[in-house]
């Protein structure tokens, strides 16, 4: 169905926000390479626009899952941070970003990509794209830059966190009239019961996490509400696991498989 409906067609691909749940997409991208089908832009936001960013510059799925497998620990990634406004430093993954992107700006990309991110001070949206003259890595920080979590990112002396606060699914950023969308926080990202562990503090944090959950995909729904688009949607089922299970790369990568 799929193939048919945008093989050899300009379509945009839009990558969700999730944490670790996101690796699912790397799965349904080794089925695009497989059918030989390329977007003519790619959106990403938070961990969609990791994935997307690299698949912008020409890594294959391959790669860009051996980057996951090697940091595969979320400590490999994560430096707690002792000042500021968030637990945690961005500088190892800075490193990690220099690595692949070096100094590649934004209109330095094969396929034209789109970065989500949030104006921390006035809470609009911000898309960075080729009409930005900033560098790869200094996007992707602020679009993954969740709200005391991760530090802000300050580009162009305006901070900048997490994209998932205004487009956890960047739909209607789409240039295209055709949209494949992979959505790893959609309905099939929680259960529809309430948590029932032993321990009540278990609960409290499974609690929150489907709260977050839901609210992601409520907002994700609005969007697809008001949008003009021809959407192909597809959302791996992701409930089973966690926003931090970083180390199950290859369990969550498998979600994604498939199911095109």
């Known amino acids: 169905m799929l193939q048919k409906q945008i093989l050899n067609e300009n379509f945009s691909l839009v990558l969700s926000g999730g ?8 799965g349904v991208i080794h089925d695009l390479e497989e059918l030989d089908i ?3 832009e790619i959106i990403g936001t938070s961990i969609g626009s990791i994935i997307g960013a690299c698949m912008s ?4 799925e391959s790669e860009t899952y051996a980057l996951f497998e090697k940091f595969s620990s979320i400590f490999n990634w994560v430096k707690l941070s002792f000042s500021g406004n968030s637990i ?23 396929i034209p990509l789109k970065i989500i991110a949030t104006n921390t001070l006035n809470g609009n949206i911000k898309v960075f794209d080729s009409t930005d003259d900033v560098k790869i890595k200094d996007a992707l920080l602020a679009s993954m830059a969740i709200p005391g979590i991760f530090e802000e990112k300050t580009i162009n002396d305006t901070i900048y966190s997490d994209g998932f606060l205004c487009a956890n699914l960047g739909i209607n950023q789409a240039t295209y009239d055709d949209v494949l969308a992979i959505d790893v926080m959609g309905d099939n990202s929680f259960y529809k019961d309430m948590p029932n562990h032993l321990f009540k503090t278990k609960n409290v944090v499974d609690m929150f996490e489907k709260s977050m959950r839901i609210l992601i995909r409520n907002q994700t729904k609005a969007s697809l509400l008001v949008s003009t688009k021809n959407i192909y949607i597809i959302e791996p089922v992701t409930k089973d696991f ?3 299970h970083f180390h199950k790369y290859e369990e969550i990568r498998k979600l994604g498989l498939g199911l095109l």
């Open 38 to 40: 390329s977007p003519s």
């Open 19 to 26: 944490g670790a749940l996101g690796i699912a997409q790397l």
């Open 242 to 244: 966690k926003t931090f």
């Open 57 to 60: 510059i020409g890594m294959k």
């Open 88 to 110: 945690i430093s961005s500088k190892k993954i800075e490193v990690i970003l220099n690595d692949i992107f070096h100094d590649l700006k934004m209109k330095d990309t094969k």
